[in-house]
């Protein structure tokens, strides 16, 4: 079939790519490859992929070339699924033949309900699903497909037996294909690498059992499993040809650093390329490995603390003691490894003393930058099942983000409101951006590189805009 692979328009600025744990607005305004529809699309002949977002590509333009397709894929999210079903009804109007399916975790552990909410939608193809979606595209029956939930020729949702988890992943021809074929890679950028960067994977799932964390728990699993090394490095000589101005890759990974010896492997052919490179990693990683790492051209790692009080850590089954990630971050810092560190408010066990807390721990140890996040209850994670039984989510709030897409504190407690979690966001960033030796950090930064200065300058503004928005959803709030 002629495939429309779409990630669509919805709340201005919204990222819900593949690097977004929680698919909000940002603090500044970045935007991560779709990967997760670049995949299915690459495994599928003359397919089109349409990342709106970031492209700035509205609804009327892609209703314009509804009749142009005979089947249309969209990534959705528990945030922008009723924009997604809009948007699937406008193509159907114009297009009443085209075929409409979702993928993404919302319709990986909900499918049933997901249909239920969506007449318009003709499949689901849940959890990994990318040879689902080969095979609906290849026009295989429908009633013949594992992984997929459909509607029949009666209108009753069906669903197939599960596909099996894939374990060959070089079988996955490379995404950046896809990135080259219909993306134009200066439209992404995030604050903290170089631009332009280029974004993929090396591997699928994590071993961590954090009880928040949205893709081990629904698509990827808690099986690393991972391409070979040689796989990895065909695809960034492919990169180095066709996108000559990459200034840094990034490893999707969960967890990059799950597999240290291949971590290192990969390393080491990274330096004989000479390319500048990040990824995500659990603040656990050894010396002697950040050493190989550094040493082969590694610059940032994307770290998620999410809090610097034990008991939380121990209550999300982060595996992983304060301590532990101190030490991993004074190597970093002492071997010149920048981190991008990564916090979540709102946790079971938080209290106003832990918030502090955190924020003490994060002034501490001084990561480059911070994101802090809200803690989020996607529906498949165990987080989500606790909130539900303990009361501490309630309906209004389930869709976790406003109407404008800023993420709200959807989780409450008795001793600790909605509207304190989401103020302590800005006190967290104030807090650890609006000390001296950080301002003169950042100076000192903007001074070394003219375009340092105006991309920073450009953020500074975004930051303070996010800081109003926020202001008004507490106010609205309260």
Request: glycine share 6%; with cysteine; proline share 5%.
């Amino acid at each position: 079939m002629r495939t429309l692979f779409l990630q669509a328009p919805t709340f201005d600025g919204f990222d819900g790519g593949a690097g977004s744990r929680y698919q909000a607005k940002r603090e500044i305004k970045s935007f991560w490859y779709p990967t997760w529809l670049a995949q299915p699309a690459a495994l599928v002949p003359n397919s089109k992929l349409i990342d709106a977002p970031p492209h700035d590509i509205k609804l009327p333009e892609i209703v314009a070339q509804a009749k142009d397709f005979d089947l249309v894929v969209l990534h959705t999210s528990v945030p922008s699924f009723k924009s997604d079903v809009k948007t699937i009804e406008a193509l159907k109007a114009a297009n009443p033949k085209l075929i409409a399916g979702l993928i993404g975790a919302k319709v990986a552990v909900d499918a049933a309900g997901s249909m239920a909410q969506a007449p318009s939608v003709d499949f689901c193809a849940r959890n990994e699903f990318d040879f689902t979606v080969k095979e609906v595209a290849e026009g295989v029956p429908m009633a013949e497909i594992k992984g997929l939930s459909y509607r029949n020729a009666d209108g009753v949702v069906v669903h197939n037996e599960d596909r099996e988890i894939m374990t060959d992943m070089d079988q996955l021809p490379f995404v950046t294909s896809v990135y080259k074929r219909d993306l134009e890679m200066e439209k992404y950028f995030i604050g903290y690498l170089k631009h332009p960067y280029i974004s993929f994977y090396s591997g699928r799932g994590c071993k961590s059992r954090c009880t928040f964390c949205l893709w081990p728990q629904t698509v990827g699993g808690h099986t690393y499993r991972t391409r070979s090394v040689a796989h990895v490095i065909e695809e960034i000589k492919y990169c180095l040809k066709e996108f000559p101005q990459t200034k840094e890759f990034f490893f999707d990974d969960d967890t990059f650093t799950d597999n240290l010896p291949r971590a290192e492997e990969i390393a080491r052919e990274l330096g004989k390329l000479g390319v500048t490179w990040s990824c995500n990693a659990k603040a656990n990683v050894p010396r002697k490995t950040l050493e190989v790492l550094k040493a082969n051209g590694l610059r940032l790692l994307l770290v998620g603390y999410e809090s610097g009080n034990q008991q939380i850590l121990n209550n999300i089954k982060k595996g992983m003691r304060v301590e532990v990630a101190e030490r991993f971050t004074k190597d970093c810092h002492e071997l010149g490894i920048a981190i991008h560190g990564t916090f979540i408010l709102g946790l079971p066990g938080e209290t106003r003393e832990t918030i502090q807390e955190t924020i003490a721990f994060a002034k501490r140890i001084n990561p480059h930058t911070i994101q802090v996040s809200l803690a989020a209850p996607y529906p498949g994670t165990f987080l989500y099942k606790q909130a539900v039984e303990n009361g501490w989510l309630d309906k209004d709030n389930a869709e976790l983000v406003d109407e404008n897409g800023v993420q709200i504190a959807p989780l409450h407690y008795p001793h600790l409101s909605h509207t304190e979690i989401f103020t302590s966001v800005e006190a967290f960033y104030k807090a650890f951006y609006f000390r001296a030796p950080k301002i003169a950090s950042i100076v000192s930064e903007m001074v070394r590189s003219p375009d340092m200065m105006k991309r920073r300058l450009r953020e500074g503004v975004e930051f303070w805009h996010f800081l109003r928005e926020r202001q008004g959803v507490a106010k609205k709030a309260a």
